[in-house]
């Protein structure tokens, strides 16, 4: 359009230009012919020395309407006269001003034609020509046939190029948008798949973009877009069946480890009971045993949990009074860290929500043991639970007041293995597979809720959001 404007706009001023052009000098052509006949007839009242006819029209119907003539000597105007329409006659009592005066004198008496502008006129082509008596002849055409001539050109190419823009501009919008109606389905199939939650689980792509034409620039690109749906596909299937083995290798490993591992333990609790005397070694050595088998075996639960959870073992669903479970695990936090400051506030009335009572105090439980092992003694916890987040929405924060977490480790606190290097606690006491929060996430999303972080120097809020009815 706008390439078809400024085409429009160059023929219309070419037009225009060379229009003026042609018609001034046609103009100029008829004061050629009009010559310093009708100046020199001012000298008489409007007739020649010569005239024999007795009468103006004798000297006036050859000239064309509103002819000006007009005699000056020494930069006054003496004589002028012009011929008006209708009869042709010559009016010897036109009005110029000084200004027109000034006008007139500054024009050289070349011969050639120049435009003046008249103020009760208009504008003139004016020739000058000296005279036999040493003063200037004048004579003069109008200039408004020609202006308007030209502006009925400005105005027809006005109309003509304006309706021709508004009819390419429409026509070609309409092409255009029926053109690209391939592009638009492309363009869906696109959102559609921008849409899909692709980071875990089977992956549905939509159906692929229909290919209209493979040869223009459209299919093309619809070509190209079913071509890498169909690699992302491939790849999708490929990382869910991974995904799949290894949930299966997780379990069954976890499960199978179980029964040795808690062998292994029994064991040692017997050897441990032997009523005989015991090296001390030996004796060392077998406690020994039976804790790490029974950090293992916690390690192993933690697993086949997580290997369930990723399978979408359903919960247990039940009405949860999770102030009481915010109670009991403050409780037992409490027993386990007393040299921490433990702190509760909560709503004056019971919050209930729609749970597994189990998997949700194992949670809480999670949240109080990573905050009182990552934090050194003396660190306050403070556990609020906020009925009115949302419509429908509990809130459980966790709040200490430790070091805070490291920068690097605080967008994979939340997953399997997460370990810190204990600069929280400032030493190496804290013990852990880096589990606890990998449950925590876990349990939360298949709750419905949401479990997220903010740490700073100082300050440290594991914030869990659960609905109260799902």
């Not at 596909?233 to 591992?261: G, I, N, Q, Y």
Request: proline content about 6%; aromatic content about 2%.
């Amino acid at each position: 359009m706008v390439l078809l404007a400024v085409s429009c706009a160059a023929v219309g001023v070419a037009a225009v230009v060379e229009l003026n052009g042609f018609l001034t000098q046609r103009l100029d052509e008829q004061l050629a012919q009009v010559g310093t006949r009708f100046p020199e007839s001012l000298e008489h009242q409007g007739k020649l020395p010569d005239d024999h006819d007795g009468d103006e029209e004798a000297d006036t119907r050859r000239m064309a309407t509103g002819t000006f003539g007009a005699c000056l000597r020494s930069g006054a105007v003496t004589d002028k006269g012009l011929i008006r329409s209708g009869d042709l006659s010559v009016d010897l009592d036109i009005t110029l001003s000084a200004r027109d005066a000034e006008r007139l004198a500054r024009i050289p008496d070349d011969g050639r034609p120049h435009t003046v502008e008249l103020s009760a006129l208009g504008h003139y082509r004016v020739v000058a020509t000296p005279g036999r008596d040493g003063d200037i002849l004048m004579a003069g055409l109008p200039l408004k046939p020609v202006e308007a001539a030209v502006h009925r050109l400005e105005l027809v190419a006005g109309i003509v190029f304006g309706l021709a823009l508004v009819t390419a501009g429409v026509s070609g919008a309409l092409w255009v948008r029926w053109s690209l109606r391939p592009l638009g389905r492309v363009t869906a199939t696109a959102t559609r798949v921008s849409e899909l939650p692709l980071a875990s689980g089977v992956v549905a792509l939509p159906p692929r973009a229909p290919v209209a034409d493979p040869h223009s620039e459209v299919g093309q690109v619809a070509a190209a877009l079913n071509g890498m749906l169909g690699h992302v596909e491939d790849a999708l299937t490929k990382r869910h069946a991974s995904e799949e083995r290894l949930r299966r290798f997780a379990a069954d490993a976890s499960h199978e480890l179980r029964t040795p591992v808690a062998s292994v333990r029994g064991h040692a609790e017997l050897g441990l009971l032997h009523p005989g005397p015991v090296p001390p070694e030996i004796t060392r050595a077998l406690e020994r045993i039976a804790a790490e088998s029974s950090r293992m075996g916690l390690m192993v639960d933690d697993l086949l949990l997580l290997a369930r959870l990723d399978a979408g073992r359903p919960l247990e669903r039940g009405p949860v009074d999770l102030t009481r479970l915010v109670l009991d695990a403050v409780t037992d936090a409490r027993a386990a860290g007393p040299g921490h400051g433990w702190a509760l506030d909560l709503p004056e009335d019971p919050v209930t929500v729609t749970g597994d009572a189990h998997r949700l105090h194992q949670v809480l439980a999670n949240l109080l043991a990573n905050a009182r092992s990552h934090t050194p003694v003396g660190t306050k916890v403070t556990i609020t639970l906020d009925p009115g987040a949302g419509p429908d929405a509990v809130l459980l924060s966790v709040h200490d007041d430790g070091p805070g977490i490291p920068e690097e480790l605080r967008s994979a606190v939340f997953e399997r293995f997460t370990r810190a290097d204990h600069r929280r606690r400032g030493d190496a006491s804290a013990t852990g597979a880096g589990l606890g929060l990998s449950i925590v996430s876990a349990v939360v999303e298949a709750h419905g809720g949401t479990v997220g972080v903010e740490s700073t120097s100082g300050s440290t809020t594991f914030t869990v959001k659960l609905p109260t009815d799902t």
